[in-house]
């Protein structure tokens, strides 16, 4: 019943910035957690950015300093801002998300969520 639809994906240059977006349905009111994700080719999928409904917010390495998660619940739609992207970003984008009930192993850790999009393409080119 819940989906997530990402949309915002495409190809820019190296430098260049994209944002995307992740429109969720099928929810009802309460906690929930949300993060961003992506796969790099022939790598295991991983966290990019974790955001709580009104609650703390978590960038792994890769991408802090350069992408920002925001949420609007309003819209129900979460958002990732990449700034200065680099061929390294190359990858497939994944929304993800799960109720605060689940176990919880930190919000870039793809154990902590249930709930996953069909992915949008990123790529940068040099």
């Known amino acids: 019943q819940v989906q997530l639809v990402e949309s915002g994906g495409g190809s820019v240059q190296s430098g260049g910035s994209l944002k995307l977006s992740c429109a969720a349905s099928?929810?009802?009111?309460?906690?929930?957690?949300m993060g961003w994700f992506r796969q790099i080719s022939g790598k295991e999928r991983e966290g990019v950015a974790g955001i709580d409904r009104d609650g703390p917010i978590r960038y792994a390495e890769s991408g802090k300093g350069r992408f920002t998660i925001s949420q609007d619940n309003a819209k129900s739609t979460l958002y990732l801002q990449m700034n200065n992207l680099s061929s390294e970003d190359t990858a497939m984008y994944y929304c993800?998300?799960?109720?605060?009930?689940?176990?919880?192993?930190?919000?870039?850790?793809?154990?902590?969520?249930?709930?996953w999009g069909q992915g949008t393409q990123v790529t940068v080119s040099s």
């Open positions: 099928g929810y009802t009111n309460g906690c929930y957690r």
């Open positions: 993800a998300a799960a109720p605060c009930r689940i176990l919880f192993f930190g919000l870039t850790d793809r154990r902590s969520y249930v709930y």
